[in-house]
């Protein structure tokens, strides 16, 4: 017999444009004055592909993740997911935080279909809570409170909330960020899992050089006032990727050198 999940063990991404975007913010004293967060930002990301993107602090990477998933509006521009232009939120891309977000007078099963109860999916999808706690590893913990879970272990229930709506993109803010090392390494492993399971489109904001590496198709370097997209890294090293490597390393100076000096032309 063929399970929820296995019927869904291929491909569910689809592509994502991002065309000439820009981004506006009023001042807090005069809203009449407009202050630049994004600039003339263009981006194309192929089905299935994990991509990354780093930058400095205030560079627009969390405002742009806020555009593609539909929770704000461009100031000019256009972003689309396959053909349909995004015109505001939907089940079809995940978002996933540096906070879990979880309903804390909810169990770890009650959190993770809430969302299919909420888009009246419930009775048709709900043999795939079972599937998806297994996935993320908590299928022992279903009936367990957020304020029991580590850390980890909430923020795999957040993955498995957003997972189960099959999106056909994942955003990724900062969602390993405020782990320890260990934790952070090991989810790491639990999501590029996830992804080659399902090849859901992923876009990964993290501050993370190495992780930014070891997880990447593609990195992103932005530039900030206002965020702009500085350039485009293919990572051709093999799966799966070994940190200590001569490649990794040398990849890992190329970045923080071009952040280094993308940093130096954003002040000037």
Avoid at 76 to 84: A, F, H
Avoid at 178 to 201: K, S
């Amino acid at each position: 017999m063929v399970t929820a999940l296995a019927e869904h063990a291929v491909n569910e991404g689809a592509s994502l444009r991002v065309i000439e975007v820009t981004k506006d913010f009023p001042t807090p004293d005069r809203a009449e004055v407009l202050v630049p967060a994004l600039a003339s930002v263009s981006l194309t990301v192929a089905a299935g592909e994990l991509v990354s993107i780093v930058g400095p602090s205030g560079c627009g990477k969390s405002t742009l993740l806020r555009l593609i998933a539909g929770l704000d509006f461009p100031s000019s521009g256009e972003l689309r997911i396959g053909s349909e232009a995004i015109t505001g939120p939907s089940a079809e891309r995940g978002l996933v935080f540096q906070d879990p977000n979880l309903f804390p007078w909810l169990t770890v099963r009650k959190n993770i279909q809430a969302g299919l109860i909420a888009r009246g999916m419930w009775q048709e999808k709900r043999q795939e809570v079972d599937e998806y706690m297994r996935l993320v590893g908590l299928e022992n913990f279903g009936n367990t409170y957020p304020h029991h879970l580590s850390g980890g272990m909430a923020q795999r229930a957040a993955l498995a909330r957003a997972l189960i709506n099959h999106p056909k993109v994942l955003l990724l803010d900062e969602p390993l960020g405020a782990l320890d090392a260990f934790t952070r390494m090991r989810l790491q492993d639990e999501v590029l899992r996830l992804w080659q399971a399902r090849r859901t489109t992923t876009l990964l904001v993290t501050h993370d050089i190495d992780e930014a590496i070891y997880m990447s198709d593609r990195i992103i370097i932005m530039t900030s006032h206002p965020g702009r997209i500085e350039r485009v890294i293919e990572v051709t090293l093999a799966r799966p990727r070994q940190r200590n490597s001569p490649e990794f390393f040398q990849l890992r100076g190329e970045i923080l050198e071009l952040l280094h000096f993308a940093g130096q032309t954003a002040v000037r």
